[in-house]
């Protein structure tokens, strides 16, 4: 029995040295990340041309308009797919809401086609696309809230003519949306909401404004 134990120690002591000379082996070197920083680009008109760049090659994304701005405010990256939030200005100088799937734009329905309404936050969670931010009623009050595919859902402010939604994110069954809401004296007040529930937050001085402008749940 011990000469049968030492007869395998030897033959896999020699299957481990025939395994690292093999030629052509090598250790693999690690995988180098791709970055992607979305934004927008000044054309020589001063117009902000909406687009990312892609390990540092810039790739544009067709406006409502040409002659006038729009931004991309977030990037998801889902599989092959790449979806940039934010808004385009379309002839009529009003900020449309929604967001370009692989380069194709997607608006989404404001309260008023006449006043402006941004994207300021994107989430994609399985099939569903979240995106998240404000729309301006025809009375010019910035109602904070975000469309799940397509659809508008309001969330409640505390009274003032500003709320919008900074940060989203989609835990489970929960949405978080932080940024932050104007109250009756006009101060903007820091804080979340949870499923549709404000959660206010203490600032350093309940005087002057604060806004969440980041979201993080674990």
Same mark, same amino acid.
């Given at each position: 029995?011990? =000469?049968?134990?030492?007869a395998l120690m030897?033959?896999?002591l020699i299957?481990? /040295? #025939?395994?690292?000379?093999?030629?052509?082996?090598?250790?693999?070197?690690?995988?180098?990340?791709?970055?992607?920083?979305?934004?927008? @680009? +000044?054309?020589?008109?001063?117009?902000?041309?909406?687009?990312?760049?892609k +390990? $540092?090659?810039?790739?544009?994304?067709?406006?409502?308009?040409a002659?006038?701005?729009?931004?991309?405010?977030?990037?998801?990256?889902? !599989?092959?797919?790449v979806?940039? $939030?934010?808004?385009?200005?379309?002839?009529?100088g009003?900020?449309?809401?929604?967001?370009w =799937?692989d *380069?194709?734009?997607?608006?989404?329905?404001?309260? @008023?086609?006449?006043?402006?309404?941004?994207?300021q936050?994107?989430?994609v969670?399985?099939?569903? /696309?979240?995106?998240a931010?404000?729309?301006?009623?025809? @009375? *010019?009050?910035e /109602?904070?809230?975000?469309? =799940?595919?397509? &659809?508008?859902?309001? #969330? &409640?402010?505390?009274? !003032?003519?500003?709320? $919008?939604?900074?940060?989203?994110?989609?835990?489970?069954? +929960?949405?978080?949306?932080? !940024?932050?809401?104007?109250?009756s004296? *006009? /101060?903007?007040?820091?804080g979340?909401?949870k499923?549709?529930?404000w959660?206010?937050?203490?600032?350093? +001085?309940t005087? =002057?404004?604060?806004q969440?402008?980041?979201?993080?749940v674990?």
């Amino acid at each position: 029995m011990r =000469k049968l134990r030492l007869a395998l120690m030897c033959l896999l002591l020699i299957s481990v /040295v #025939l395994g690292c000379s093999q030629p052509g082996s090598s250790t693999p070197s690690p995988s180098v990340p791709t970055v992607y920083a979305a934004g927008f @680009s +000044d054309n020589s008109s001063g117009v902000d041309v909406p687009g990312y760049w892609k +390990d $540092g090659t810039w790739n544009g994304l067709t406006p409502l308009s040409a002659t006038e701005k729009s931004d991309v405010y977030s990037l998801v990256v889902s !599989g092959n797919d790449v979806y940039a $939030g934010g808004q385009s200005t379309n002839s009529s100088g009003v900020s449309v809401p929604g967001y370009w =799937k692989d *380069g194709i734009w997607n608006g989404l329905t404001p309260l @008023s086609a006449t006043q402006s309404s941004f994207v300021q936050s994107l989430v994609v969670s399985g099939s569903d /696309v979240y995106a998240a931010g404000y729309s301006t009623n025809s @009375s *010019g009050v910035e /109602v904070p809230g975000y469309w =799940k595919d397509g &659809t508008w859902n309001g #969330l &409640t402010s505390l009274g !003032g003519t500003f709320s $919008g939604v900074q940060s989203l994110v989609v835990s489970g069954n +929960d949405v978080y949306a932080g !940024g932050a809401s104007t109250n009756s004296s *006009g /101060v903007e007040v820091p804080g979340y909401w949870k499923d549709g529930t404000w959660n206010g937050l203490t600032p350093l +001085d309940t005087t =002057k404004g604060a806004q969440v402008t980041s979201l993080v749940v674990q």
